[in-house]
């Protein structure tokens, strides 16, 4: 049987002869066993394995295909889609698929995983996802996140306590990804996370905790976060990471006219990428002479790049003290240079260019 099973195989994997599997299923354990084995070692084989053969086993026995199919972990990259594993999840034993969570949750078959264990409750999700952050890889841990907390259409809806849990979780990860989209919710949900120890996370390494941990602050505090953020802005022995997220957040947050002295000051910071920073808020946000002159006087060159732009009298920015509508040099005119490449073309025409 098994032969044929091979030939049907090579001919056509997605169109099996139904009797197959019931017939392979019906073999005496001994010899549904020898012929799985025999299976088991060719991919398409235990693709049909998981998609033919697991729903027609008993439990028992399904069970512990599935975790024999565990085995081959190149069948579950998540870079290759495969509904097929989804049936692995579903046939395993409990204990067996806490102990494969660390695995599965970055695997093609994540969203089976938790699909599986949030129709028995939050607890199992929870122990599962502790797990993982215990024991599993950067993306599993993230995936894990994403799946169970960002998405709008999660396998799983938790309470909030529990939802609270993994953001903690994913908070104190090692890695940066995980830990900003940990940040992020933790904003929005758990801002106490950020804040109780604000002056680490808005000097953490990942760009994406540090703006989450200024939101909340700014949310919960203003006036002591604008003051925060521009002590630390002017701290020279901070990290320079740390220092250009401060002069962001106080760009995004603060009006023009709050924020421009400060501005002022930065654009003339002995350290190049603090002064770009800000040199940006000039000219994406906060469009002032004050701060225009004072970047034309930079020791950065990037920088007085951005004020020349800004600065010059056609092609300038009104807001930041360049050209201005009225003034007596009327600026750049498009059509100026078409003007001045026109020649007279009919012979009777006696006008002169402009």
């Known amino acids: 049987m098994v032969e044929a099973l091979y030939r049907a195989l090579e001919a056509d994997p997605d169109h099996v002869p139904d009797q197959l599997p019931r017939r392979l299923a019906e073999l005496d354990p001994t010899d549904r066993e020898a012929a799985i084995s025999r299976l088991l070692p060719d991919r398409v084989a235990r693709r049909w394995l998981r998609r033919a053969l697991l729903p027609y086993l008993p439990a028992a026995a399904a069970a512990a295909l599935a975790e024999r199919l565990l085995a081959f972990p190149d069948d579950y990259s998540a870079m290759h889609r495969d509904r ?109 996370l950020l804040l109780d120890s604000l002056a680490r996370w808005v000097r953490d390494p990942a760009e994406r905790a540090r703006t989450a941990a200024w939101d909340a602050a700014f949310t919960d505090d203003a006036v002591t976060a604008t003051s925060d953020a521009t002590a630390l802005a002017h701290d020279e022995s901070a990290p320079l990471p740390a220092r250009e997220s401060a002069v962001l957040a106080l760009g995004e947050q603060l009006a023009t006219e709050q924020v421009e002295r400060l501005l002022a000051e930065l654009v003339l910071d002995p350290s190049e990428a603090v002064a770009t920073a800000a040199a940006a808020l000039l000219w994406s946000r906060h469009r002032s002479p004050l701060v225009a002159l004072a970047a034309a ?12 732009r800004l600065l010059h009298p056609t092609l300038g920015s009104p807001a930041a003290g360049g050209f201005r509508p009225g003034a007596a040099d009327q600026g750049f005119d498009l059509y100026d240079q078409f003007r001045r490449e026109m020649r007279v073309t009919d012979p009777d025409d006696r006008r002169q260019d402009p």
Do not use: C, M
């Open 84 to 192: 097929t594993t989804a049936a692995v999840v579903a046939r395993l034993s409990r204990s067996v698929l806490l102990d494969a969570a660390p695995f599965l949750a970055g695997s093609n078959a994540a969203a089976a995983l938790w699909e599986h264990l949030a129709s028995r409750g939050p607890a199992p999700v929870v122990a599962a996802a502790t797990r993982v952050f215990a024991a599993g890889d950067a993306l599993a841990r993230e995936t894990t996140l994403y799946l169970l907390l960002v998405d709008r259409f999660p396998p799983a809806a938790l309470p909030a306590a529990e939802r609270r849990e993994l953001i903690a979780l994913g908070a104190a990860d090692p890695d940066d990804e995980t830990r900003g989209i940990a940040a992020d919710l933790a904003a929005e949900e758990a801002p106490d």
């Open 297 to 308: 006087r930079s020791p950065h060159a990037p920088v007085r790049a951005i004020a020349e």
